[in-house]
């Protein structure tokens, strides 16, 4: 069983920087691919950034890349989502996801069999 909680979010101003975290309970954390998705008002939810469990192999969807950089510590049993330039259709409720798989990154949230409660990110203009 993998627990996921993640932290981080709040309101900012376009421009601005937030670095998300998501802390795992499990003991095996450092088998899981990790994903970001988000979900705005009234929207689907929508890929964001994942990480392979090796921690060597990325994957961002097209609007974040060169803005967004996603990481991991093992150590700390956390995955990180660096947002930086933030714009103001960043704004939504981001998800961590756990996926156990030693293949790409995954992008699609069929993938991933651990989510956790999400954290707002309000971006003002």
């Known amino acids: 069983q993998v627990q996921l909680v993640e932290s981080g979010g709040g309101l900012v101003q376009a421009g601005d920087s937030l670095r998300l975290s998501c802390a795992s309970s499990?003991?095996?954390?450092?088998?899981?691919?990790m994903g970001w998705f988000r979900q705005a008002p009234g929207k689907e939810r929508v890929f964001v950034a994942a990480i392979n469990w090796r921690g060597d192999n990325t994957l961002y969807t097209d609007s974040v890349k060169d803005r967004f950089t996603i990481s991991r510590d093992d150590a700390k049993n956390t995955v990180y989502l660096q947002m930086a330039s933030l714009k103001p259709e960043d704004t939504a409720a981001y998800y961590c996801?756990?996926?156990?798989?030693?293949?790409?990154?995954?992008?699609?949230?069929?993938?991933?069999?651990?989510w956790g409660q999400g954290t707002q990110v309000t971006v003002s203009s």
């Open positions: 996801a756990a996926a156990r798989t030693y293949s790409d990154p995954p992008s699609h949230d069929g993938e991933y069999g651990y």
């Open positions: 499990g003991r095996t954390f450092s088998l899981y691919a």
